[in-house]
DNA sequence: TAGATATATTAGCCAGGGCTAACTTTACAA
DNA sequence: TTGTAAAGTTAGCCCTGGCTAATATATCTA
């Protein structure tokens, strides 16, 4: 990132040469990443939540704790986030609902693991490793790279 | 992950039945994701430090934080906990070297960064966004992927 | 060289996301 | 139906990594 910090014409306001921009750019790509970091939580927890119901009907805290490796208390803690922040609806000691927005952003990130899974496989990648990796990945791909990667996935059906 | 949780016949004790293994190896993807994200301040950190120490002759918190999108504060006190972990060395007010330890893990950063950018670049996506997206992905890029990046990028000079 | 300015640090706050221990509620079985 | 086991929650702790305000040190310039 350093060693050429040339190319790449961009807009940015010019103050006094390409360091600033250069400085900028990497400090907005920081605070992506600690945004996407954010999300990481709740991404995992919907998609896991639609996960298990549909597999067995019912999404339980012992479930998604055993699946998340954590301790129950941990998920009940972020089961209350999420449903503070919208994505779920649910009663003390019962069932464990999706709202709509959580819905839909489950299903996105679905999607979205599917297609890095299918990418790092398509590269040689064996099925557990890209399992893993996707997990981690997922939340880093913008939507420019999510399409450079289905792209490459009809080329290489 | 759910829809077909059955195939990828791997070792794991053997328990009920697919059921735990792939719980078991969800909560292990689930763990490692959390462990790579414990490393990814650290990471950035000696990466950054190498790059303005090369760029400029030394690396001043001021600058870090100007590159990170942090304050000066935040600097600080992670240099503190970077130092703790024995990966800088420094004396207070003075300037920031990295020890042998931090040399070795912000080549190998370096190293794996411009891997990664240049692994999307090659797959069409725009070099800004390719820095960016990389920022985020290298942290959860394990070695099997990595060299199926370099096979790719071998492939496609 | 002294004083202003820039840089660095400390102190103290906050939220996120882990944990254990203790308690409540639910569910199941005798 | 009642009592025990399993599940869920609460309380309270920890560390990370942000922040601001206040303070200390360095640096640069007049």
């Given at each position: 990132?350093?060693?050429?910090?040339?190319?790449?014409?961009?807009?940015?306001?010019?103050?006094?040469?390409?360091?600033?921009?250069?400085?900028?750019?990497?400090?907005?790509?920081?605070?992506?990443?600690?945004?996407?970091?954010?999300?990481?939580?709740?991404?995992?927890?919907?998609?896991?939540?639609?996960?298990?119901?549909?597999?067995?009907?019912?999404?339980?805290?012992?479930?998604?704790?055993?699946?998340?490796?954590?301790?129950?208390?941990?998920?009940?803690?972020?089961?209350?986030?999420?449903?503070?922040?919208?994505?779920?609806?649910?009663?003390?000691?019962?069932?464990?609902?999706?709202?709509?927005?959580?819905?839909?952003?489950?299903?996105?990130?679905?999607?979205?693991?599917?297609?890095?899974?299918?990418f790092l496989m398509a590269l040689g990648i064996?099925?557990?490793?890209a399992?893993?990796?996707?997990?981690?990945?997922?939340?880093?791909?913008?939507?420019?790279?999510?399409?450079?990667?289905?792209?490459f996935?009809?080329?290489n059906?």
């Open positions: 990132m350093s060693e050429n910090a040339s190319d790449s014409p961009d807009l940015a306001p010019s103050d006094t040469a390409s360091d600033d921009r250069t400085a900028d750019a990497q400090a907005d790509g920081f605070a992506r990443v600690r945004a996407a970091h954010e999300n990481e939580m709740a991404e995992d927890y919907v998609e896991l939540i639609a996960e298990l119901i549909e597999a067995t009907g019912e999404a339980r805290p012992v479930d998604m704790a055993e699946r998340l490796g954590v301790k129950p208390p941990t998920v009940t803690k972020n089961l209350s986030r999420l449903t503070r922040d919208g994505l779920v609806k649910r009663e003390r000691y019962r069932s464990i609902f999706l709202t709509e927005e959580g819905e839909n952003l489950a299903r996105a990130c679905r999607e979205r693991h599917r297609t890095v899974v299918s064996e099925e557990e490793v399992q893993r990796d996707a997990e981690g990945i997922e939340h880093h791909v913008s939507g420019d790279t999510l399409r450079a990667f289905e792209v996935l009809q080329k059906s």
